[in-house]
């Protein structure tokens, strides 16, 4: 009999594992990564916060409401369709003017007593109202300078998925944080480098960097005695992404 009941649940609990899934990917404000941003899922009320780096992984099914908020910042709602479940994928907050009003000095009110659940509910209402009367602020296409740094990064985060058994060896591949330490202690591969060698502006290197990632170059290319193979390597990706970027400009402008 105990054995029938092991049985059982060892293969409920497998069954649930494969059914759970996360939704993974980055937050931006222009072209910055944002720390700290709430990332709630209302419908399995979970909740996490973004990493140093803007990044975010939680758990999410398809239709689930997620919501994304930070102070000084507008709220973004999605409901997990199938490809952000598929491959990382990148929001946009803007700032919010409407929380930066004229502070005005008035009689302190009484205090009312903190109700979570009333709360909830009117955030809850707040937050559907808004979406009924204002839908084309939760799908958004934000620009930084005339360039439209969210559809880019959309663009280079999709052409590779993560490979997990890729991160599980020996070297894995090169990461955004990597390449941005690279450049910034190594003796060669500087910020000379990276403007003239390369030719990439300082305005397009954190792109830049989030392209290279998404290449998954090896680690070991990072060792001393690979140095030339990593040269290589760069101006090669170099290549790749100003043509990309002009390649995006052509159907911007022709769109």
């Known amino acids: 009999m105990n054995y029938k009941v092991l049985l059982f649940l060892g293969i409920f609990i497998l069954a649930f594992s494969g059914y759970s899934q996360n939704t993974s990917g980055k937050v931006y404000a222009g072209d910055k990564r944002v720390p700290g941003v709430l990332v709630e899922n209302r419908t399995q ?36 369709e199938p490809y952000q479940l598929e491959k990382r994928w990148v929001v946009e907050l803007n700032e919010n003017l409407n929380e930066l009003d004229e502070v005005r000095l008035t009689e ?33 296409q934000y620009t930084s300078n005339g360039v439209d740094f969210i559809m880019l990064a959309k663009r280079f985060m999709g052409l590779f998925k993560k490979d997990p058994s890729k991160q599980q060896k020996e070297y894995a591949p090169i990461t955004y944080e990597q390449y941005q330490e690279l450049f910034a202690t190594n ?28 290449m998954q170059l090896k680690g070991e290319l990072l060792l001393p005695e690979h140095q030339l193979d990593l040269l290589d390597a760069l101006m090669k990706l170099s290549a790749n992404f100003k043509a990309e970027l002009e390649n995006f400009n052509k159907e911007s402008e022709g769109g």
């Open 45 to 80: 009320n979970r909740s996490m916060v973004t990493t140093d780096e803007g990044d975010f992984s939680i758990a999410a099914r398809i239709n689930d409401s997620l919501v994304f908020s930070a102070p000084f910042m507008e709220t973004q709602i999605f409901i997990i």
């Open 108 to 140: 302190a009110p009484k205090e009312k007593k903190f109700s979570q659940e009333e709360y909830t509910a009117e955030v809850n209402t707040l937050i559907q109202n808004d979406i009924k009367q204002n839908p084309q602020k939760y799908r958004p």
């Open 187 to 214: 003796d060669y591969f500087d910020q000379q480098f990276l403007t003239r060698q390369l030719e990439i502006e300082p305005y397009y290197q954190n792109l830049f960097f989030e392209y290279c990632d998404a």
